[in-house]
């Protein structure tokens, strides 16, 4: 057995992805039964079979019987009297042997009664055509079913669907790609010059020629399809190609659908009859809009494999060719990656090209590859998240009445931000990834709630996001004002909600918004209730985290998209969660002494639980700048209830606001901030 590198049989484009498959099949249905083909680590196709280089060239070149790919229902498809006629007329004139089906076919094609009358009017033209995909389906050799079913699917109610890689019905506009398949293949193997060779080397190795012509190249090779910038001239209507490459990529199409209907009965959508494929999403590579997910064709995801396999080991693999995620069929790219992560794809992909078909240059459509996905042999805790927050967006569409009138004007830009986050993610990994997901999913809740347009969400996010974030201090203190929850003050999320009485999150900067929620819990007034206090919370920071906010070395965008991401976490029922995350800061004797008045607990001394209750006066004092008045109150109120605090002065160089807003966030009782208050002794 000989080992072959196809390095001319890369996994981008996808035409070039589609040779190797066809390598692949033609070599085992027509050479070799053994033959196997495997994806290296180098991105190239390797082949393992009886046929060693020159071997593989002199089998294509002589031996190779061309599939009879045609579409007789198609205009421009060399069966009626207006079309180019070159490559269907060379083979049905021709002796050749290994045209010897394809003439047959022909022949048959030409005997079905509504292909012989011609076309017809507009009007009878889709009745026409399904006439006569039936008849080549009742009548025609094997060897063209395997095309018509990679090509066009007929359920048995004769509804049609066609599969996104030929595009509809083996053409793509006017672009018939049948007829330019029998032009190039009669080329090459009817009349072959001494070009056929260098080109055959280069579709297969990458051997250097210059016999490339001219040629359409259709939706497979973006790069060689036309257009600004594509070539030497400011446009270029057409850059030479490589024939070989059409006549396999072809083939390589029959080897991906083929018989993938008669498996699945044809009772699924045509993105879903399709090997892999699934509706686009438009997210994911730097050209995507809100237009791609209406107008382009499908996604396809073309699986790597790095264990050798038979072309029937790969023809199951294709005709289950599905992914799942809760055991439902994976519908858009990003349902996708998450059925990758979560290995809800047959075992033995070791990785994905992911694919678009998208609209360009007019009404053409091109396979513009958006990257490769890596299938995982671990599963990724990341990936369970983002299945919860797709819950959650699915809600979020028929709340806000997505697709309809009353769809809010930023609501499909703020949603693509929080799917194009959730996809790099799934791609990438990690807990940064992640971080960008909730802090795109808060500025999208944010949105939601500050327009009033909010409801509350039955679908909740799990606490998990917390413990995945929780090395983060931003999202450490986001998620301790989130916990916060008090049956008079209400929870946090009361307060962003424009809808809701206890709205109070208005001002210009975050310390300021955050200092009017603290005024508003303290005017709502209760008691600790359950373990809770109206200033208490689910989830505490240590001290160090809020001299951190203070000392304005943390990211306050990023809070506050947090924050609003963390309203939608489940809260109730949990316990006080204490976090201790280390840091290397020293806590200001100034906040030391203000946090005692607005912990959110009791302090307990000597077996004691004291109190201190919130104080207003020492709110607004500090809202207005005057952090000296509001440290005397605050070291009175704490001399009343026997407990004092080290004389000091606070003059100057601190902001009163942030100091405001700093003790509104839930902290754990450390030594951090009880040495700085100690018991006095009675007299």
């Given amino acids: 057995m000989n080992r072959v590198s196809l390095l001319g049989c890369a996994a981008e484009p996808l035409g070039s992805y589609l040779k190797a498959l066809a390598v692949l099949r033609l070599v085992a249905e027509q050479e070799d039964p053994e033959a196997r083909g495997w994806w290296g680590r180098d991105g190239w196709f390797c082949l393992k079979s009886k046929l060693d280089e020159d071997g593989l060239v002199e089998f294509l070149e002589t031996r190779y019987r061309p599939t009879p790919i045609l579409a007789p229902w198609n205009g421009g498809s060399g069966f009626y009297p207006k079309d180019r006629k070159a490559g269907i007329d060379a083979i049905s004139s021709s002796t050749d042997g290994r045209f010897e089906l394809y003439r047959r076919a022909i022949e048959l094609a030409r005997q079905i009664p509504e292909v012989s009358a011609g076309k017809g009017d507009a009007k009878d033209e889709d009745r026409r055509r399904k006439c006569i995909q039936l008849a080549c389906r009742n009548s025609m050799p094997d060897e063209f079913i395997d095309w018509l079913d990679a090509a066009i699917g007929i359920s048995v109610e004769g509804e049609r669907f066609f599969p996104p890689i030929l595009g509809t019905g083996g053409n793509d506009g006017r672009l018939d790609y049948t007829n330019n398949f029998m032009e190039r293949v009669a080329q090459l193997l009817l009349a072959p010059g001494e070009l056929t060779r260098p080109l055959l080397r ?201 697709g309809t009138k009353d769809e809010p004007p930023w609501y499909g830009s703020m949603r693509r931000q929080v799917e194009e986050a959730m996809y790099e993610c799934l791609l990438r990994g990690g807990g940064d990834w992640l971080k960008d997901v909730a802090a795109a999913t808060g500025r999208f809740m944010r949105a939601i709630l500050l327009s009033g347009r909010a409801d509350r969400f039955a679908t909740r996010l799990g606490r998990e996001w917390i413990g995945n974030l929780k090395g983060h201090p931003e999202a ?47 005017l709502s007034g209760g008691t600790q209730e359950n373990g809770y206090h109206p200033l208490g919370s689910r989830y505490r920071i240590l001290p160090e985290d809020a001299i951190l906010f203070l000392e304005k070395t943390l990211d306050d965008e990023l809070i506050e998209d947090l924050l609003f991401a963390f309203t ?40 004691v639980d004291i109190e201190i209750p919130a104080d207003l006066n020492v709110l607004s004092l500090l809202r207005a700048g005057n952090v000296e008045r509001a440290a005397e109150i605050a070291t009175r109120k704490l001399k009343n209830k026997n407990l004092a605090a080290p004389k000091a002065e606070y003059r100057a160089g601190f902001d009163g606001m942030r100091l405001a807003a700093a003790v509104l966030i839930p902290a754990y009782y450390t030594a951090a901030l009880s040495k700085f208050v100690v018991q006095e002794k009675k007299q």
């Fill in 202 to 402: 280069n579709s297969l190795f990458g051997d250097a020629t210059t016999a490339f012509e001219d040629g359409a190249v259709g939706q497979y090779d973006p790069g060689r399809a036309g257009g600004f910038n594509q070539g030497e001239e400011v446009e270029t209507k057409e850059i030479p190609a490589n024939p070989w490459n059409f006549v396999l990529t072809l083939e390589g199409a029959v080897a991906w659908a083929a018989g993938l209907y008669r498996r699945q009965g044809v009772a699924y959508r045509s993105f879903l009859c399709s090997p892999f494929t699934v509706k686009t999403l438009a997210v994911g590579y730097g050209s995507a809009s809100a237009e791609d997910s209406a107008k382009a064709r499908a996604e396809i995801w073309a699986p790597l494999w790095e264990r050798p396999a038979s072309y029937g080991e790969l023809r199951a693999l294709l005709r289950e060719g599905r992914a799942a995620v809760d055991g439902k069929p994976a519908r858009n790219g990003l349902e996708f990656a998450e059925a990758a992560c979560m290995l809800g794809v047959d075992r033995g992909i070791t990785g994905f090209v992911r694919y678009n078909l998208l609209m360009r240059r007019g009404k053409s459509y091109i396979a513009l590859p958006a990257g490769r996905f890596s299938v995982r042999t671990d599963e990724r805790s990341e990936a369970d998240l983002i299945r919860q927050l797709g819950v959650v967006l699915e809600e979020a569409n028929w709340r806000l009445k997505a």
């Fill in 568 to 607: 939608l976490v489940e809260w109730k029922g949990s316990q006080p969660e204490m976090q201790r995350q280390r840091q290397e800061v020293e806590v200001w004797p100034v906040y030391a002494v203000l946090k005692h008045l607005f912990l959110g607990c009791s302090v307990k001394v000597d077996g």
């Fill in 476 to 522: 450490r203190i986001a998620a301790a004002l989130a916990g916060m929850w008090h049956t008079a003050a209400g929870e946090f999320r009361d307060h962003l909600d424009r809808n809701h009485k206890r709205f109070a999150w208005t001002g210009s900067r975050l310390e300021e918004r955050m200092a009017r929620v603290l005024e508003r819990r303290i």
